[in-house]
């Protein structure tokens, strides 16, 4: 049996896990269940990423010490992947002794064999971001390129990891694997950022203690994403006593896969294989990125009551539509929208529409003209032309339906399935059944032809068994198909050739409203929105009256504004101080599409010191605030205001 390895990203257990976390989730465990029907020795491995700074002050801000806080969440992510059918193998969370044993050990070889060296880093560093930033990655001079926030110079002793010295090695197995980053995009993606230039890796902290102690030299704690990327082995057993699924799974494995994020591309497809290269073990893995879940107006983010959470849709609308949406609605390595009018739509479309309909259209046809039984008759037919068309129809989309799972594109394979639907409904409508009832010397056209429907509908279930967890045996039970009917190796016109369905079908899904129901999905979203939340920040050392007249803060008109030609992060505005009409370059092209502030007021400082931003001289600067999950948001003036009028 050959064997395959999938594995979930380890997610950050800060708060409850959205449907972004889910949607990788469930995609990984539907390509298991495809691959166990493929006959594989399939593995899937889920779990957290307890250690890091941020995780210590969540912790704190929830009043638990982080151990208490990641064994809470650690039973509430179980909880959650339990609502929603997730089969993983293992859970693997990284303040267990099994991994974090292993760690110490991995870093010590590294260290031993001179990968990893002690030096000392002075460097911008985003406290945000926890990370380093070179000269040449800054956004003028000193911002963060991750998220815009101002960074500071720090110093501190820390090991690096030497991945200067892999970059070719890397470089020249990317060439060679050309399936190693799918997609496409982001493997040029990863290429590019090694051709220009790899920095060795700060990969020790010594200002916070929750994470995994250096052995040799505990004042030093493992930075977060070597721990974290190792968790791929040491939940195999890798360096333990007993390493046979290391062996079986990865050593001698056929298939190794990570499904992760496009935010955590560039860890997985550097950091990642450098550590294994330099630790002198196999590069077995497949990389696939996919894109992310957005909401209407950016990203989830729980303060502007936009975030759903999947229990809340599998509650309200049962676990095989959530499934079936969250892998559907999402195109090949493309970000999408979650809208709630989509996911009713999409239900009542593909699911309601479509499939429950052809099933409970056909027991109910087989019921009334032949008392639930029909088998496989050879009558050559007026309809043969139609049934011929359906059973090509079934083999060309098996065909494309497992090329499309290969390549991690399920969105293009669950509408192959659509499509089969569709064709089957359209044999319906091209036989006219209730006609051929009607003539008694038709009976042998009409058993052929609910024949078809049913081995049909047969195939099509077999195809969703992966992803429609509950009500693929119910349809199953309802057409009685044995075992060795459900499988792949089954999947072909006339390999059952005989039906007795029931009476009665289970009931599949619901029709749904979609107005009614979408409004309903609003409120949970809003439901959602935290309370009135204390926010705590920092307050910066007292300032003086005379500090703050410093200022010179007026109206602005903002006349025009377009992205940046260098820098995505950046806008470049026209407006209009009153003085004169200003070019101001502006961080927040994450935020806003820009044509959507021309023509707003807003607050400027028009007495910064000119600077250049990315080759633009930006003259003043427009005044955000940001929310608690760093979202920038331009404080809007009231519109009667005049461009150059004082604020103070
Ligand atoms: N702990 C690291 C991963 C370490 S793996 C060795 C991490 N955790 S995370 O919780 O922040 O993110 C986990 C995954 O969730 C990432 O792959 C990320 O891309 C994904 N998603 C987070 N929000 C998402 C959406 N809105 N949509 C789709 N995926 C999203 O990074």
């Known amino acids: 049996m050959k064997t395959f390895y999938i594995t979930t990203p380890i997610y950050y257990p800060s708060g409850k896990y959205h449907i972004g976390s889910a949607y990788t989730t469930c995609l990984c465990d539907s390509v298991k269940k495809y691959k166990q029907l493929q006959n594989y020795d399939a593995r ?98 000193n911002i963060c390129p991750d ?138 893995f497949k990389l696939f990125a996919h894109g992310w879940y957005m909401m209407k107006d950016g990203k989830m983010s729980k303060s502007k009551g936009n975030v759903i959470y999947p229990e809340q849709l599998v509650d309200a609308y049962g676990l095989d539509a959530f499934r079936y949406y969250i892998v559907r609605e999402l195109t090949y390595g493309h970000d999408g929208e979650f809208t709630p009018e989509d996911y009713i739509k999409r239900i009542n479309t593909d699911l309601v529409n479509d499939y429950a309909n052809l099933v409970s259209r056909t027991i109910s046809m087989v019921n009334k003209y032949f008392d639930g039984h029909v088998k496989k008759v050879e009558h050559n037919h007026e309809y043969k032309k139609h049934e011929l068309d359906l059973q090509n129809t079934s083999m060309s989309v098996f065909g494309n339906y497992q090329e499309a799972m290969d390549d991690f594109k399920m969105a293009e394979a669950l509408s192959e399935i659509s499509a089969l639907v569709k064709r089957t409904n359209k044999l319906i409508d091209d036989t006219f059944p209730w006609d051929l009832a009607k003539d008694d010397s038709k009976k042998d056209v009409l058993e052929s032809v609910m024949y078809h429907l049913l081995e049909s509908i047969r195939l099509i279930t077999i195809l969703y068994q992966p992803f429609l967890l509950e009500t693929t045996p119910k349809v199953f039970a309802g057409l009685n198909v044995e075992e060795s009917k459900k499988t792949f190796g089954s999947f072909k ?137 760093g979202n920038l948001k331009v404080i809007e003036l009231n519109n009667e205001l005049e461009p150059g009028d004082k604020i103070s």
């Open 44 to 141: 899937f491995l889920t779990g957290n990423d307890e250690h890091g700074q941020k995780m210590a002050e969540t912790a704190k801000n929830n009043g638990r010490t982080p151990q208490e806080h990641v064994d809470y969440m650690a039973e509430l992510s179980k909880e959650l992947w339990s609502t929603l059918n997730i089969d993983y193998d293992d859970f693997i969370r990284t303040t267990e002794d099994r991994h974090e044993t292993v760690v110490q050990e991995i870093f010590e070889k590294l260290l031993a064999n001179d990968d990893i060296y002690l030096g000392e880093y002075s460097g911008h560093y985003c406290v945000s971001c926890e990370a380093y930033f070179t000269d040449t990655q800054l956004i003028d001079d």
């Open 147 to 284: 998220c815009g926030r101002e960074t500071k110079i720090l110093k501190e002793e820390t090991y690096f990891l030497r991945l200067s010295k892999y970059a070719n090695r890397l470089l020249k197995y990317i060439e060679e694997n050309p399936d190693f980053i799918v997609p496409e995009s982001r493997k040029n993606e990863v290429v590019q950022f090694i051709k220009s230039g790899l920095n060795d890796l700060s990969v020790s902290r010594t200002a916070f203690d929750w994470g995994v102690k250096v052995k040799s030299n505990p004042k030093h704690v493992v930075y977060v994403w070597i721990d974290a990327l190792s968790n791929y082995i040491t939940a195999l057993g890798y360096g333990s006593k007993n390493d046979d699924l290391y062996q079986k799974y990865w050593v001698n494995g056929d298939e190794v896969v990570h499904v992760v994020g496009k935010d955590i591309l560039r860890f997985h497809a550097i950091y990642w294989p450098i550590m294994l290269m330099a630790l002198d073990l196999p590069l077995k």
């Open 493 to 629: 016109f006339g390999e059952k050739t005989a039906y007795q369905v029931v009476k009665k079908l289970a009931h599949l899904f619901p029709r749904l409203d979609v107005e009614k129901e979408s409004e309903k999905i609003k409120e949970m979203m809003d439901m959602n929105k935290p309370k009135e939340e204390k926010r705590e920040f920092k307050m910066k050392s007292e300032i003086e009256y005379d500090d703050f007249s410093k200022l010179d803060l007026v109206v602005g008109h903002i006349l025009d504004a377009l992205a940046h030609p260098n820098a995505d992060k950046l806008l470049v505005f026209d407006v209009d101080t009153g003085d004169k009409v200003r070019t101001i370059v502006s961080g927040i092209a994450k935020f806003y599409d820009p044509k959507d502030l021309i023509d707003k007021n807003v607050m400027v400082v028009a007495n910064l010191k000119p600077v250049k931003l990315r080759g633009i001289l930006s003259e003043g600067m427009i005044l955000s605030s940001e929310d608690k999950d």
